[in-house]
């Protein structure tokens, strides 16, 4: 057995929940390893817009975690863990108040912070710093991390990537990681958290999110066994548009300070269609909700920010209107904003326990590579508060698993655990692009089995065929990177064919009714051959909020 | 419409580098990003709208986010780009920015306690900086691994200038002297330049007014 003076934590990825995971380890004297392909400045991260949530009930309404806790489960159509959720939502004010006093330079008004309206909230919860909260809190936590690099207590690994765990025993024994300025492998010992981010690269140019989130480290993780849950649900975001290469996001904080969406009907005017079919809120509903009400509408939809006030563009969203301007070149003080829904944020992932404990032992995960918080459909603010606090969750995990000796010691690996790792070859673009536009006709906003079952098919023969035509079927190397990402798409495909009802973020023709017999967790996972199925049932007690 | 984008590449650090051109159709709202993408070509990128710094270059002569440079705006059918030239090649326009970082660190910029809360609009202004270089390339006086580390040294201690307590105020002031103020030669060169569109001439002011002359109020 070993004690923490001689263990070293991987950390993957160096967004927030990996900084989060970093600095909780570092700050409890635990040494880190901090691997990522990019420096933090790059990480998808610094797109995030909106804000954090935490019931910090300075706005004078009386809030509390309760409904924090509330609004999450709700929003999240009772799919998420429930006791993971009450200690997100009990802790978020002191994540938000912690981060305040790095200095993070959060909106205020009179010394005090302020915080606005967010989807599928009943309360003003919502902490920000203009439409740059993500960048302003990855430069508060790079520079905690800083400060223990100083002292080598975390040691940066930037330009490395994540190929493989060393799975020794049934513990997670290391990881292999290649250089990408040197072209080397090495493995390196002790346990592991990913923080990898969501599987953007698996819809390529049709997300918010950055390039270096290709989704290989999912894909390669879940060929390698780990259970993965919940992929069908995957999160359009109401407003975004197309820009060369991926989608630009328009934060919902436009329409926390006022923004309406609308449509011309045929006789010009406009049509308020969300606030005529929710009332006053509509356009503040949750964002599967609007996002399927676009998709059944399918009319071009604008978001009207010109009522907004001169001083809430100043003060609160000026950042927003450049992005607008310079992507766009429309004047949103001036002109409605044509929009439309896309790719945002993936619910599902890596399937994590309480503790962010996921499967194997001294394998964590956290952020939005993990399935945690979010259940059906993410509310806005809270991923940045679920990418923190589920870092420093699984931080504090590791520290106790430690403590309770709960690593056996599987055996350091060495060079002889180095195994090759190949990645997708110009021969294999074509059959991995084929495997990509399926997937992303599948999982559009508004779903069908035969379509499903349809895109599940083609790939399959399209992969079979790619190994014929590849020679892989007479023993000629076909990429290891192309094996799991084909895995992995089956996968997601799997997760939303057998979830046969509509709930949240998943939205079927065919099965339009919420169906209390699939309150579950659906979980995937590779045995080696195939993969295996199975919706884990949410008991009926733990409904989360008092009926 | 097409583009030939000459590119200066180079197989790693320490082999000869040699031109390339590729010819590139491109539509309206193209960018040097949108052209790369579809390149064999090692360069590094991520966000695509310019709110990470990963795709600084230098593009027909100037430093640039490619994400942030459309085809349709640049003169002439040839579009040259070459890696930024402060920092160690590592291949083709993939740069080494590493001493960017160590230099933070040097400067130890973080807090020993509590913040300050106050002046969080120049923070916040601050906080923009995303770590590209672009203001370094075209600055006369940094070179990489040198003591001066620039505006992008100088963006990150005027967070901490003003949000740091009492009591490391002077060692930051030190540090903030020896990596940015010593060093800058005021040709504010890189005025124009900064891709997040930090007011760097009004931040230097207030950062030099705190730091050099202790005047914290008018941060």
Redesign the interface.
């Known amino acids: 057995m070993k004690n923490n003076t001689v263990i070293t934590v991987n950390v993957i990825g160096a967004g927030l929940a990996g900084l989060s995971a970093a600095r909780g380890l570092a700050k409890r004297g635990v040494k880190v390893r901090l691997f990522s392909v990019h420096s933090s400045e790059r990480a998808q991260s610094n797109l995030a817009e909106g804000g954090i949530n935490a019931s910090l009930d300075v706005m004078g309404e009386n809030d509390s975690w309760r409904e924090h806790f509330d609004d999450t489960m709700k929003g999240g159509c009772f799919l998420a863990d429930p006791e993971m959720v009450k200690e997100l939502t009990m802790n978020a004010p002191e994540v938000v108040m912690d981060l305040d006093r790095l200095g993070v330079p959060f909106h205020r008004e009179n010394g005090h912070i302020v915080q606005r309206n967010f989807g599928g909230q009943k309360k003003k919860r919502t902490a920000y710093a203009m439409s740059s909260t993500g960048r302003v809190l990855v430069a508060a936590l790079t520079d905690e991390v800083r400060k223990h690099e100083y002292s080598g207590c975390i040691k940066r690994y930037p330009h490395h990537r994540f190929e493989r765990i060393i799975i020794k025993n049934n513990e997670c024994a290391g990881v292999q990681i290649y250089d990408l300025y040197t072209h080397t492998r090495k493995v390196y010992e002790g346990p592991v958290i990913i923080a990898s981010g969501g599987f953007n690269g698996m819809f390529p140019g049709l997300t918010t999110g950055t390039t270096a989130n290709t989704g290989l480290a999912a894909a390669e993780l879940f060929s390698q066994g780990v259970e993965f849950a919940n992929l069908e649900f995957i999160q359009y975001h109401p407003t975004t548009t197309e820009i060369t290469g991926k989608r630009l996001l328009i934060s919902e904080a436009a329409r926390g300070e006022g923004g309406r969406l609308f449509y011309f009907k045929d006789d010009g005017s406009y049509c308020y269609f969300m606030e005529e079919k929710y009332g006053s809120g509509g356009n503040l509903m949750p964002r599967d909700v609007i996002s399927r009400e676009m998709a059944v509408l399918g009319r071009q939809v604008y978001l009207d920010l010109t009522k907004l006030t001169e001083d809430t563009w100043n003060d609160k969203l000026s950042d927003l209107r450049d992005e607008i301007m310079h992507y766009m070149s429309v004047d949103p003080k001036l002109e409605p904003v044509p929009v439309s829904p896309g790719i945002h944020y993936f619910m599902g992932g890596i399937r994590v326990d309480i503790g962010h404990r996921a499967g194997i032992a001294g394998l964590y995960a956290a952020g939005e590579c993990a399935c945690a918080y979010h259940g059906a459909n993410r509310l806005g603010g809270n991923s940045l508060l679920g990418a923190i606090y589920g870092g420093l969750r699984a931080a504090v995990s590791v520290v106790d698993d430690i403590a309770e000796g709960a690593f056996k010691g599987a055996g350091a690996p060495d060079n002889d655990d180095i195994a090759d790792f190949t990645y997708i070859a110009d021969s294999e673009a074509g059959i991995k692009s084929f495997m990509e536009n399926e997937l992303a006709n599948g999982l559009g906003i508004i779903r069908d089995g035969i379509k499903l079952q349809n895109a599940i098919d083609k790939i399959n023969a399209g992969f079979n065929d790619f190994l014929i035509e590849s020679g892989a079927d007479r023993g000629l190397a076909i990429s290891d990177e192309l094996m799991c990402r084909y895995r992995f798409t089956l996968a997601i495909l799997k997760s939303a064919l057998e979830r046969k009802e509509s709930r949240g973020a998943h939205t079927r023709r065919d099965y339009p009714k919420t169906l209390k017999e699939y309150r579950g967790t659906s979980v995937t996972r590779w045995n080696g051959s195939q993969i295996d199925y199975r919706l884990e049932i949410i008991p009926d007690s733990d409904t989360g909020v008092e009926d | 419409m097409k583009k030939v984008l000459h590119i200066r590449r180079q197989k790693a650090g320490d082999s000869n580098a040699y031109w390339e051109d590729f010819t590139y159709e491109y539509?309206e709202?193209?960018?040097v990003?949108?052209a790369l993408?579809t390149l064999p070509v090692v360069w590094?990128?991520?966000?695509?709208?310019k709110?990470?710094?990963?795709c600084a270059m230098v593009i027909n002569g100037t430093p640039h986010l490619a994400?942030d440079t459309c085809l349709s705006d640049l003169k002439g059918e040839r579009v040259v780009i070459e890696p930024l030239r402060k920092f160690p090649v590592?291949e083709d326009l993939l740069v080494?920015?590493?001493s960017m970082?160590n230099t933070?660190?040097e400067m130890?910029?973080?807090?020993n306690s509590?913040?300050?809360?106050d002046g969080?609009?120049t923070?916040?202004e601050a906080?923009?900086c995303?770590?590209?270089g672009l203001c370094l390339e075209v600055c006369p006086n940094f070179y990489a691994g040198g003591k001066f580390g620039g505006m992008a040294a100088m963006a990150?201690a005027v967070?901490?200038l003003?949000?740091?307590p009492k009591e490391q105020q002077p060692e930051l002031s030190r540090a903030y002297n020896k990596y940015v103020y010593e060093g800058c030669g005021k040709s504010l060169a890189c005025r124009n330049v900064c891709p997040a569109?930090i007011d760097i001439e009004k931040l230097l002011v207030k950062s030099s007014a705190a730091a050099v002359w202790k005047n914290f109020k008018n941060l």
Do not use: I
Request: net charge positive.
């Open positions: 539509k709202a193209d960018t990003a949108t993408m590094e990128h991520s966000c695509l709208q709110r990470c710094g990963a994400c590592v080494d920015r590493s970082m933070l660190r130890e910029l973080w807090l509590d913040a300050v809360p969080e609009k923070a916040f906080s923009k995303l770590q590209c990150p967070r901490f003003n949000k740091a569109g």
